[in-house]
């Protein structure tokens, strides 16, 4: 059996989480989950959607800080020309996400809370009992690398990526109360648990606390609309010249590499980016290619900044 | 089951549906509405596109209860009588549709973006329309068709 429930406020959501201990789903947007649960790949039996708790879905912007609504649509982000003035790396980054349609429904919490995929997990019930079932499913063993111990799906978030390179934080709400932290803390680098916060937490606000000086963004996907990533980097340079360069895509969590622009070298920046990722053969790109092209966008991006 | 009333094309109307149900499967198999095509049912193609309170939204990912209280409309809610839509009218004129199949979802994805951006690009056109895959057209007939509507509705 399954059960819809729409709760209006943030208290009433915890109170249905601890009801239903562990046996539910949060809906933001849906967009995502909704395709788990066709897969199979989601089978709590209830959903609580969180799109009728009002407070969630807002923009402000007050001293160049940007705090926004965790419910807040995708699309509503690309059209706020304030947002495009102040965070123009994070625009880029929500119009790179699905289609346009989909970006009317889907949230920035969701997406910066989509789980990680893998080419041989992300397949409905058919297509896994043919190939085989995986470590993240119901197999022993990744089919991907032939281990037993780790899972190597990758974060997929592109507004990760943009929001990590804005040094963004998280406002989270449980029934303890709430707390704030830096975005990059909440991922794990394990590609089933890819984040730290327990069920029942709702990510209730994101704060961007600084207009960076310079940003770069770039996707790599099979198709310019729909796809998830392949490769996304984004980075920024703040007032006092701090790089922030956050790869995601290629590994089971954002990578982020922080430095000052001047002890930094191009040298540098592609050896971190190689030793931190974990890429591994799970998506559609061949492995090679991707490898290739994290050292295309890290040269690009870093050309970009002496323009 | 659960009993919720529905908005659709103007007509409210009680209806039994399941908790996980969406709404392209309640419109299509207890409301009759089968203009709304039922194909990837994974968020892909874009044929399921319905508008909720005039936002285009994808049928095969929308639940039915997140629809109660909202105004829905389908393809079939879309044309006036016998007069058809001016993006319907021009997707017939250009030859914009051979098996049709895709023709409900781009129609309700290129309506609400046309009313929004009446001065709409070529560009801005086709990359509105990104998510509605086809397979006969090659989609050069749907963009003109959708850039004729548009002229029309400007003059």
Sequence with gaps: MEYYHSPDSIKDALSMAREFDGNFIYFAGGTDVQIYRKQKLEKNEHIIDLKSIHDLNSISIKDEVLSLGAMTPLDDIIKSKEILKFFPVLVEAAKSVATPVIRKTATIGGNLLVRNRCTFYNQSQEWRNGVGSCLRDVGDICQVTGGKNDCFSRNVSDTAAALIALNAEITLINSNGMTQKPIKDIYLPCGIKFHDLDNEIILTQIRVPFSPKKWWYKKLRMRKTLDFTSLTIAATIDNQDIARICLNGVSMTPILIEEPIETLTLESLIKQARKNCKTVDNDLMPLKYRREMINVYLEEFWNSIYI | ?155
């Excluded at chain 2, 993006?87 to 979802?105: A, E, M």
Aim: charged share 20%.
């Design chain 2, 1 to 155: 089951m659960e009993k919720v009333t529905l908005t659709v094309n103007g007509f409210t109307q009680s209806v039994l549906v399941e908790s996980h149900e969406t709404i392209l499967d309640t419109l299509r198999n207890r409301l009759n509405l089968t203009g709304t095509k039922k194909c990837c049912d994974e968020g892909t193609c874009g044929s399921c596109t319905i508008l909720m309170d005039g936002k285009p939204v994808l049928g095969c990912l929308t639940p039915t209860l997140r629809c109660v209280g909202k105004e829905i409309l389908t393809i079939e809610g879309i044309s006036s009588g016998e007069s058809l839509h001016l993006v319907q009218k021009h997707l017939v004129k250009s030859l914009g549709l051979q098996c049709g199949f895709c023709t409900p979802g781009v129609v309700m994805t290129a309506i609400p973006f046309l009313e929004e951006n009446p001065h709409a690009s070529r560009n801005e056109i086709k990359e509105s329309l990104s998510g509605n895959l086809c397979r006969c057209t090659g989609y050069k007939k749907i963009i003109d068709a959708v850039e004729n509507a548009a002229e029309e509705m400007r003059s």
